[in-house]
């Protein structure tokens, strides 16, 4: 079982930045590839980032490339997501998700992802 606690949301203007955190449990973690995903109201959960198990590839939602980073450190559980130049539309609750499947490539869909955080809330202002 692995048990993820995402931190670091916020209320942000528009052009400003956030860090988000993401912990997760299990000695394992270092072989799971891990992803962001955000759900606005009234909107289904969408793929924002995921990162292989290495760190070694990345992959990113159009709207996010060059804004945001994903990245993690297996030596302390963590997996980060750095958004810069914040927009409103990004205003969402945003998860932390791992894929503990043991597998070489990256999925964007939310079935494809095993244990899900809680959420935290990212507010953007205009």
């Known amino acids: 079982q692995v048990q993820l606690v995402e931190s670091g949301g916020g209320l942000v203007q528009a052009g400003g930045s956030l860090r988000l955190s993401c912990a997760a449990s299990?000695?394992?973690?270092?072989?799971?590839?891990m992803g962001w995903f955000r759900q606005a109201p009234g909107k289904e959960r969408e793929f924002v980032a995921t990162?292989?198990?290495?760190?070694?590839?990345?992959y990113y939602e159009d709207s996010v490339k060059g804004r945001f980073t994903i990245s993690r450190d297996n030596a302390k559980n963590m997996v980060y997501l750095q958004m810069n130049s914040l927009k409103p539309e990004d205003t969402a609750v945003y998860y932390c998700?791992?894929?503990?499947?043991?597998?070489?490539?990256?999925?964007?869909?939310?079935?494809?992802?095993?244990?899900w955080g809680q959420g935290t809330q990212v507010t953007v202002s205009s």
């Open positions: 299990g000695r394992t973690f270092r072989s799971y590839n």
């Open positions: 990162i292989l198990w290495s760190g070694g590839t990345t």
């Open positions: 998700a791992a894929d503990a499947n043991w597998r070489p490539v990256l999925f964007t869909t939310p079935g494809e992802y095993d244990y």
